[in-house]
């Protein structure tokens, strides 16, 4: 990881192994010395930083889990939170995979900017696949891993300052 100390790697690894075997959703914030300032537990979706908390976030790490049936990559509110808080890197594992996405806006793009396309892309993509949804091709259930997967992974390629990645375990 370019950016951050070398002992952070052990520090995320450490932390991410944890996270995999949890059955709800909890959240660290680590920075980039690899200091864990924050351990927060959540429910079996979600995990809720207080206004106080998320003044943390700002050029840190935010690692997390998606348990049980969300075993799935970043939902828009993950990328939202790196977006809106300024995060260094937005991490998320599952018993499979583990996710990372950073994002470095240009001067000349804003946050309100590259969150409007980003919700405009997302709604196409969405029309596009809700044909198989409509017809009975795909549930919800089984379409989402890969849906938002594909979504990150093709944002990737069109935006250059957004930077996507999943890695099996």
Known sequence: M???SPGIVAVIKKTEDFLREQKIEHGYIIDKDGNILLKKKGTKSSV?????ERTKLKDNIFTHNHPG?????FSMGDIDTLVIDELY???????K???SA???LPKDVSVTEFREELYKKEYAYRAFKEYELDNGIMTWKEMAPE???TFWKNLNNEIDYFEYKRNIL
């Open 2 to 4: 370019t950016g951050v």
């Open 89 to 95: 890197e937005m991490r998320a594992v599952t018993p």
């Open 69 to 73: 049936e969300m075993q799935q990559a």
């Open 102 to 104: 950073k994002l470095k």
């Open 48 to 52: 809720t930083l207080t206004a106080d």
């Open 97 to 99: 995979y583990n996710y």
């Open 147 to 149: 849906y938002w997967h």
